[in-house]
């Protein structure tokens, strides 16, 4: 059964900079896709970022376009968001998700069949 663990969540002021982690376990992660959601109380989870098997391809939300990478690392089976000029709105839980196929919308929680357990970043203004 795979399983999912992200690091990095924490405290930072608006305009800094974090990099999530997210380390794979129990699946054969260079045959995933993987993604990244964040979810804030009352609101459901939103698509954030997407890279594919290889790395080769990447996808943004359009409201971290431009600040947030997403990188990984196959040999270390994990996956990272480096998340630049933070903003107050970015504050969320942050999860990363596992998707065995390259077919389904990346940007749909109904595509992914891993879940880690989330982190938590707060951005203060």
């Known amino acids: 059964q795979g399983q999912l663990v992200e690091s990095g969540g924490e405290l930072v002021q608006a305009g800094g900079s974090l990099r999530l982690s997210c380390a794979a376990s129990?699946?054969?992660?260079?045959?995933?896709?993987m993604g990244w959601f964040r979810q804030t109380p009352g609101k459901e989870r939103e698509f954030v970022a997407a890279?594919?098997?290889?790395?080769?391809?990447?996808y943004f939300a359009n409201s971290v376009k431009g600040r947030f990478t997403i990188s990984r690392d196959n040999a270390k089976n994990t996956v990272y968001l480096q998340m630049n000029s933070l903003k107050p709105e970015d504050t969320a839980t942050y999860y990363c998700?596992?998707?065995?196929?390259?077919?389904?919308?990346?940007?749909?929680?109904?595509?992914?069949?891993?879940w880690g357990q989330g982190t938590q970043v707060t951005v203060s203004s």
């Open positions: 129990g699946l054969t992660f260079s045959t995933y896709r």
């Open positions: 890279i594919s098997k290889s790395g080769g391809g990447t």
């Open positions: 998700a596992a998707d065995p196929t390259y077919y389904r919308p990346y940007a749909r929680v109904e595509s992914y069949d891993y």
